[in-house]
């Protein structure tokens, strides 16, 4: 585990036996849930869909959704393969299912962050910061109930940014969408 530092190592550890509680569980674990399989942002990119005064907002997250799928899950993910943080040491619990992919980078950070970074680019920030908001604690759920490392997360954020200010970039040059 030589591209693992131990810094990585011992904050989740840190995690593990000085903030994990049964109040803060129970929230994580939801956060970590409502992450699975991208359900808030692609419920969130029907919603904005739906509505005729935001379906710009909403076409462009779904770009930045594509863009992140393809290249988180079917690019990166494959190409580093890097196991899961439970696989690697046994003494670290995890609080959710175990992952059938790879951990890095995190594909909760990284669908999440794709999503809410149009909403705050894009709508007022009453929606923006709350998106960005629920996305951050997603995030940081994954490292909390132990199936990522915070590089997987941190990398996750910075895809899903990208994603993001990509898909606004192909909106206003390409589709000429006007978000003014």
């Given at each position: 585990m030589d591209y693992i530092s131990d810094f990585e190592v011992d904050f989740l550890f840190f995690l593990q036996d000085y903030v994990r509680n049964p109040i803060l569980t129970e929230i994580m674990k939801f956060f970590s849930l409502i992450g699975d399989s991208g359900i808030i942002a692609i419920i969130a990119c029907l919603v904005l869909l739906a509505i005729k005064?935001?379906?710009?907002?909403?076409?462009?997250?779904?770009?930045?959704?594509?863009?992140n799928v393809l290249t988180v899950n079917v690019l990166i993910k494959p190409l580093v393969a890097r196991i899961r943080p439970y696989e690697a040491f046994n003494n670290l619990s995890i609080l959710v299912h175990r992952e059938s992919d790879y951990s890095f980078p995190s594909g909760h950070s990284a669908i999440c962050f794709s999503v809410a970074m149009v909403i705050f680019m894009l709508m007022p920030k009453k929606y923006g910061i709350p998106a960005l908001i629920i996305a951050f604690l997603i995030s940081f759920s994954r490292l909390y109930v132990g199936v990522h490392y915070p590089s997987d997360v941190i990398v996750g954020i910075i895809i899903g940014t990208l994603a993001a200010v990509l898909a606004r970039l192909i909106a206003v040059k390409i589709f000429k969408f006007d978000f003014s």
């Open positions: 005064k935001t379906r710009r907002v909403g076409i462009t997250a779904t770009m930045s959704l594509l863009i």
